[in-house]
C-alpha cells in the first residue's frame, strides 16, 4: 500500500468525470500528488428517458472526498456543458476559477442566479500561463462557436498535456481570432506527453465551414428581404450576432433583441467589447413601431424550439410583441441539436403556416458547426504527436472514429484510450495506463432538488407517463376489519372517465370480488391485500384495455 | 342547396384525411356523386408529446358518414403509413382492396393480428386498370424501398388524376422493376387534371442513391469482414435483403435470419416470388452453431434502436442466441427515421463498446433514401405536367419547397395547393379550389383502445412524466365533518421518500393547517375543500422542490 502511493504520488492522474461517452457535462480532473486541477464543469441536458428533469451534471464525489488538494478550476469557454456544474461544485468547495474574459461574465451570471458567492473569478487571456499547485497551466486560443475559447495546456512534472477544448479551425475567423496554430505546433514540437481532443464531429468527413461563409449567406438573406428579419440563433455565438448587426446597419436596418439570454449576452458581449455595435443601432423592442418593416432586424431566442423562447412563441402567435406576417423573412441560423429536430421542425412548419418566408440551414448556407471534422482533426493530432491519445467529448461511437484516425496517423493503439468517465488514467513521463475507476455518473437536477431524484422515481415517472395511475381508496374498521367505505377508484391519465363509466363500474366490482375472497379467508395483513387489488384490478383492466397502469390501493383504517 | 349539390355532382372531390402536414398516415378520399375510392389508409407513429399512445390513426368520420358510397380501398403499397389504418376502417366497413400481392399480403397478416375477417382482398399488377364506381383506376410501376410500390391514376369525368406515391426514380433497380417513366409521361402527353406528389425528400438537392450502390457497399463490407456479419435493416426493404443474402451466399456464408417481422417479411416474399432464394442457404437459428463465424450472415431487425428488437437485444447483452463479439461486423442499413435518433446512436454505441466493428450510415453508403429528392420530383412534374398540383406526404415545410419547385417550372402559382387535412378539394374540367372543410385529424390508439385517448388524458400524462402524483387521503365523519383519519400522503414520481421523511412530515403539517382553517370557516363543500388543500400543498412542496406535481385529494367519508 504505502509503495503503492509512493509510485503514485510520482504519477499524473487524469480523471474525467463527464464527457466521455457522451455529449456534454464535460468535467475533467488533473492530479499530481496533493494537487488537482480540474478543467471545465459542465452540464448535460436530460435525454427523453430522464422524465422530469431539468439537467444533469457529473458525480462530483471524488472531488468532495479530495476537496483539500483543488487549487482551481480553469475553464476553456463559456457554453453550458463547459460551466453549467460550476454553481453545484462551487456551492460545495470555494475555489479559485480561471477563464477569459467572456468566459468568466458567463459564469458570474450563472452564479448569481443560484445564489453562490465569494468565488475568486480570475480573468486570463489567450497567452497567458498561471500556477496552480504544481501545474503550470497554459491558455492558447482557439476557434469556436463562442469567442475566446481555450485549448489548454498543463506542465506537469512527466511531462505536458494538451487539451484542444471545443474547436475548429476557421481560417477566417469573423472576429480575426484565429486558433494559435503555432502555440499548438511548438507544444507538439517540445513534446506532448498526452493530447485530449473534440471529438463531437469526429464521424464528419473534411473540414467544418467557416464562419465568414455564415456571414455572407446571413447578409445575402438580409440584402433579399423585402420586409422584416427576423433572426434566431444560439445566443453565445457572438460573432455571428455581430455579422448580423454589422449587415444590418450597413443594409439601412435597426436591430432589436428580444429574448432574455440573448439580450443578456448582448449587453455582456457589448460591455467586455467582444461586440462593436455603432451608438443609435440598437432600439429598445417598444421602438420598432416608429420603424417600417424593412428598417427592422430583430433578433431573437428560440432556434431549438424551445417552448417559452421568442421564436417559438412568434411560431405558436403567442409572442407578446411580434405577429409573423407573410412579408417576414426569417432566418434561422442554427441547427437543432439533437434531440430538438422535432420541436425545430414544429417552428418552421408553424412560421411558414402564417406565410413567412423561413430560411434554415437544410436548405441554405445559414449555419455551420462549431467543432472540427475529421481533416482539421487529423491535422491537429499531426501538429501535436502526442505519445498517448485520450479522445474526448462525445459518445462512444464518436470516440471510436477520432481513435481509429489517430492510428491510421502512426499513433500507436495501446497508447489511444477511449475511456469511460470516471476512469483513472496514470502517466509517467514514458508510460500510460488505465489502473482503475473513482465513483462518477449522472447527477439529475430537477427544480430545487440535486441529486433527490434517482432510477426509483425516473421508472415510476415513465409508468404514470404511458399509462396513468388508478387509485384504489378503501376504509376499514380497524376493530373488525369490515370494509366501512369504498372501493372508490379514481384515476389520472389513464381513460377520460366520463367515457369510461362502465369500466370504472366493472373496476370496482372485481375489487369487491377481490376483497370478499379475502374476507372469506380472513385476511389482515394490508401489503397481503393491497397486492391482492393490485393483480385482480391490473388483470382485469389489462384485459379491457390492453394497459397495464400504475394501480395504487391506499387502505384506511379508522 | 339543390344548386349546391347539383354542382358538386359534376365535381370531383379530392379530400386528404392524412398526409399533408406530417410524416405517415396517408390517406385521400376521391369522390365523383356517390362513388368514394379511398387511396391508402396509413398510420403514423406517435410523437414525444403523445404520452404512452401507440400509433396515430386518421380520423375517419367522413367515411363512416359516407360508408354507402364507398366503392374501394386502393393500395400504393405496403408500409405502415400506408396500411396500418385499414384494420381500423375495415372494422367498421367492408370494402373490396385494391393491391399488388406484396402489399395484400402484408395487409393480410395485419387484418389477421386485428381479428378483421372477410375482406375482399384482390391483386393487382403494375399496369393492371380497374373499375370502381365511376373511376377507372390504374396501377402504374414505381421504385421504393418496398417492392411493388405503385403510382396510381384515376380516370374521372373531369379528367384523370396522377398520385405519384411513394417513390423515387431508380436507374439501376436491384430488381429490375424500373419506375414506369413512359406510362408517366404518356398520362402527361395525354393531360392530367391533378398531380399529388411525395414531398418527403423535397428539401434534399440532387438525385437519392439507387439501391444498387447500396447492394455494392454491402457486397464489399461483407468481403472484408473476417468474423460474423450481423445485418439490420427495414424487414420490408426486401431488394436489400435480396442483395445481402446474394452476396452472402456468393461469398460461402450462410443466412440465419432473427426477428419475428424480419422472418414474416422473407416467409411472404419468398412464398410469392420476390425473394429468389438458393436452396439450403438459410440455416434454423438454432444451427448457427454448427458454422465458423465466417461462414456466417445473420440478419435480424433493430434498425432503429427498438427496444425489443433483434439487434438491441444485442447490443444490450440480452439476446437469446447471439453474443456480440469483437470480431463481429454489424451492418446497419438503415438510417434513423426522425425521432430514433437517440436510440439508434446507443444501439451504435454499445455494440461498438462490445468491441464490435459496426458500419453505419453516416460512416458509410450502406443506406439511401426510398424517396425523390429535388431533381426527381421536377422530373416527375415535367413529365406529367398537370394543370393542378397537389403536393403530399410531408410536413408543411416539406410542401412548401415541393410547391415552390413546381411553381418555378412554370405551374400557376394558385393551382397549387398546399392543403391540410379534411380540405375539400373540389374540381371541374378546367377549375380546382378548395371549398370548405371535412371533420380530419388524429385519432389515438393506446392499447386496446382507439380513440379513447384524448387531450385531457394525454395532458394528466405529461404532468405525471414531469413531476409525478401527490396524493392526500382524508377521512370524515359524515355526521358532523370530523377528520377521523389522515391525512394521509403518498407519492409516486416525486420524490423518493425515504430520503425525504421530513418533506413528507412537513407536508402533512401544512396540510393539517389548511384543514383547521376550513374546520373553522365550518366549510362543507367538498371540492372547495379539496383545492384549499390543493392550493396549500402546492405552495408548499414549490417553494421547497421547485416543482409542481398533480396533487390529488381523496377525501372518504364514512
Chains 1, 2 share one sequence.
Not at 370480488?513 to 394490508?526: F, G, H, V
Amino acid at each position: 500500500m504505502e509503495v503503492f502511493f509512493l509510485l503514485q504520488k510520482n504519477k499524473l492522474l487524469v480523471i474525467p468525470l463527464g464527457g466521455l461517452g457522451e455529449i456534454g457535462k464535460n468535467m475533467t480532473v488533473f492530479q499530481y500528488g496533493d494537487d488537482i486541477v480540474i478543467l471545465d464543469a459542465g452540464l448535460a441536458f436530460p435525454e427523453d428517458d430522464m422524465f422530469g428533469i431539468d439537467l444533469v451534471i457529473p458525480d462530483m464525489s471524488y472531488l468532495l472526498d479530495n476537496r483539500d488538494k483543488i487549487r482551481a478550476v480553469v475553464l476553456t469557454h463559456g457554453h453550458e456543458d463547459h460551466i453549467g456544474a460550476l454553481s453545484y461544485l462551487l456551492r460545495e468547495i470555494n475555489v479559485p476559477v480561471y477563464g477569459t474574459k467572456l468566459t468568466l461574465a458567463l459564469v458570474e451570471c450563472r452564479l448569481r442566479e443560484n445564489n453562490v458567492a465569494d468565488t475568486e473569478l480570475i480573468p486570463v487571456e489567450a497567452g497567458d500561463e498561471i500556477n496552480a499547485g504544481i501545474f503550470n497551466i497554459g491558455f492558447i486560443q482557439g476557434s469556436h462557436s463562442i469567442p475566446d475559447a481555450c485549448g489548454i495546456y498543463f506542465k506537469t512534472p512527466v511531462g505536458t498535456v494538451v487539451h484542444t477544448g471545443d474547436f475548429k479551425i476557421d481560417q477566417t475567423p469573423v472576429d480575426g481570432k484565429h486558433l494559435d496554430i503555432h502555440k499548438f505546433a511548438e507544444l507538439g514540437d517540445k513534446g506532448v506527453l498526452l493530447m485530449m481532443s473534440d471529438s463531437t464531429n469526429a464521424e464528419r468527413p473534411g473540414y467544418t465551414g467557416s464562419e465568414k461563409d455564415v456571414a455572407l449567406a446571413i447578409e445575402e438573406e438580409i440584402k433579399n428581404a423585402k420586409g422584416r428579419i427576423i433572426m434566431a440563433t444560439f445566443s453565445s455565438n457572438v460573432s455571428r450576432l455581430q455579422e448580423a448587426i454589422y449587415s444590418g446597419c450597413r443594409l439601412g436596418r435597426k436591430i432589436a433583441v428580444f429574448g432574455r439570454s440573448m439580450s443578456n449576452v448582448i449587453g455582456i458581449a457589448t460591455e467586455l467589447d467582444y461586440l462593436q455595435i455603432a451608438e443609435g443601432s440598437i432600439i429598445d423592442t417598444e421602438e420598432i413601431k416608429n420603424y417600417r418593416d424593412e428598417q427592422l432586424l430583430i433578433l431573437t431566442t428560440g432556434s431549438q424550439g424551445e417552448t417559452m423562447a421568442g421564436l417559438s412563441r412568434m411560431a405558436n402567435n403567442t409572442h407578446r410583441n411580434i405577429s409573423i406576417k407573410p412579408s417576414d423573412t426569417i432566418l434561422i441560423a442554427a441547427n437543432p441539436i439533437p434531440g430538438n429536430e422535432k420541436s425545430v421542425s414544429k417552428t418552421i412548419n408553424n412560421l411558414l403556416l402564417l406565410g413567412a418566408d423561413v430560411i434554415y440551414e437544410k436548405i441554405s448556407g445559414i449555419h455551420v458547426s462549431g467543432h472540427a471534422s475529421q481533416e482539421e482533426l487529423k491535422l491537429m493530432l499531426n501538429l501535436i504527436r502526442p505519445k498517448f491519445f485520450i479522445p474526448v467529448h462525445g459518445e462512444f461511437r464518436m470516440l471510436s472514429q477520432h481513435a481509429k484516425m489517430a492510428e491510421e496517423l502512426g499513433i500507436a493503439k495501446d497508447h489511444i484510450f477511449i475511456g469511460e468517465n470516471g476512469n483513472v488514467f496514470e502517466f509517467s513521463s514514458d508510460s500510460g495506463a488505465l489502473t482503475r475507476k473513482v465513483k462518477s455518473g449522472r447527477v439529475y437536477v430537477d427544480g430545487l432538488g440535486v441529486g433527490d431524484v434517482g432510477n426509483i422515481v425516473i421508472r415510476d415517472r415513465k409508468q404514470l407517463s404511458q399509462e396513468g395511475v388508478v387509485i384504489v381508496v378503501l376504509t376499514v374498521d380497524k376493530e373488525n376489519g369490515i370494509i366501512i367505505s369504498g372501493p372508490d377508484i379514481v384515476s389520472r391519465g389513464f381513460v377520460y372517465v366520463r367515457d369510461a363509466e362502465q369500466l370504472m363500474y366493472e373496476s370496482r366490482a372485481k375489487v369487491n370480488l377481490a376483497l370478499e375472497k379475502i374476507t372469506q379467508k380472513n385476511m389482515r395483513d394490508w401489503s397481503g391485500i393491497k397486492s391482492v387489488i393490485r393483480e385482480a384490478l391490473g388483470t382485469y383492466l389489462y384485459e379491457k384495455t390492453g394497459r397495464k397502469p400504475m394501480i395504487l390501493p391506499i387502505v384506511t383504517e379508522v
